[in-house]
């Protein structure tokens, strides 16, 4: 099991940037891909980023759905416990409730089985 808790959602203005950071707890975190997802009003959930199990390093790979590939970085430190996501050239799509989510033996793609989610960080982007 593993528990979840983002931070470092806020305001910002289109062209700017801001770096969520996410948590978790728990003693088999090197077992899971983790990603985030963002939900705007209105709209459903979607898979915004994701990072496999050794993330960056030899083997390791990241994903990102098309309209955030350039602008955002996902990254992990396994000896913390902590994913993040930089976002840079924000724009008011980029604006919703941003969640991060932990998926056993997973890839860290956009088709895992997410079972563990964190409480969600808003993020609001004003043009």
């Known amino acids: 099991q593993v528990q979840l808790v983002e931070s470092g959602g806020g305001s910002v203005q289109a062209g700017g940037s801001l770096r969520l950071s996410c948590i978790a707890s728990?003693?088999?975190?090197?077992?899971?891909?983790m990603a985030w997802f963002r939900q705007a009003p209105g709209k459903e959930r979607e898979f915004v980023a994701g990072?496999?199990?050794?993330?960056?390093?030899?083997?390791?790979?990241?994903s990102y759905r098309d309209s955030v590939k350039g602008r955002f970085i996902i990254s992990r430190d396994n000896a913390k416990k902590m994913v993040y996501l930089q976002m840079n050239s924000l724009n008011p799509e980029d604006t919703g409730v941003y969640y991060c989510a932990a998926d056993f033996l997973g890839r860290g793609d956009g088709g895992g089985r997410y079972d563990h989610w964190g409480q969600g960080t808003q993020v609001t982007v004003s043009s």
């Open positions: 728990g003693q088999t975190y090197r077992n899971y891909a």
């Open positions: 990072i496999s199990r050794t993330g960056g390093s030899t083997g390791g790979s990241t």
